[in-house]
Structures are given as C-alpha cells and as structure tokens.
C-alpha cells in the first residue's frame, strides 16, 4: 500500500500562488497514474487536475486550467500542484490520490490510496 503525504498548504490572500507536494512511500510511484483532488466545504470532492505515469497526459479541471499547474518527479517519488492566480473559490482540502493504473482518470473510483489532505484557504 502506498503511502500519501501532502504539504505546502496555507493561508494567502487572493491571486497569490502556493505549491502543494505530495510525497509518496515505496517504489511504484512512477507506474500509477496521479490526481489532485479537493472539497471544499459543504461541497461534494471534485477532481482538479490528473497526470498519467509519464506526465504524456493530463488534464485540469475548466476552473482551474490556466492557472494551475500538476507535474511529477517519479525519481522523487513526488507529486505536485502549482497553483497560481488563487481565488477564494479556491478555497478547500486539497488531496492527492494513487490510481489504480497507469492512466489517469476523473472519477474517485479510479484511485486506490488517498493522502490526508492539506487546507488551503485563500482570502479576499
């Protein structure tokens, strides 16, 4: 079972940028497809970006394309989510999760390990 750590999250004013990582343990990070999920609250968990295993794939969600950026370093076992522009909308508990497979996908059920999540919060 892989495990999931996120970080970098915070408190920023709006149209500032964070970086959140996700470190994750063993050594098949580079086979599996990652995302980058949040929920914000009383809000159902949205999908925000996906990477495929080779980054040859990815895809952002309408809000946050142009703004946010997802990359990985497979050498570092390490997932990431620039996130530029920030809005309050943006606002939420941020996660990374493992797919299931190589190639990435939108839906919940396509990922097998889930990190703990990292807030962030993004003020007016």
């Known amino acids: 079972q892989v495990q999931l750590v996120e970080s970098g999250g915070g408190l920023v004013q709006a149209g500032a940028s964070l970086r959140l990582s996700c470190a994750a343990s063993?050594?098949?990070?580079?086979?599996?497809?990652m995302g980058w999920f949040r929920q914000a609250p009383g809000k159902e968990r949205e999908c925000v970006a996906t990477?495929?295993?080779?980054?040859?794939?990815?895809w952002y969600a309408d809000s946050v394309k142009g703004r946010f950026t997802i990359f990985r370093d497979n050498a570092k076992n390490t997932l990431y989510l620039q996130m530029n522009a920030l809005k309050p909308e943006d606002t939420a508990v941020y996660y990374c999760?493992?797919?299931?497979?190589?190639?990435?996908?939108?839906?919940?059920?396509?990922?097998?390990?889930w990190g703990q999540g990292t807030q962030v919060t993004v003020s007016s």
């Open positions: 063993g050594r098949t990070f580079g086979s599996y497809a």
């Open positions: 990477i495929n295993w080779i980054a040859a794939s990815i």
């Open positions: 999760a493992k797919g299931s497979s190589a190639w990435s996908a939108r839906s919940e059920t396509a990922y097998d390990s």
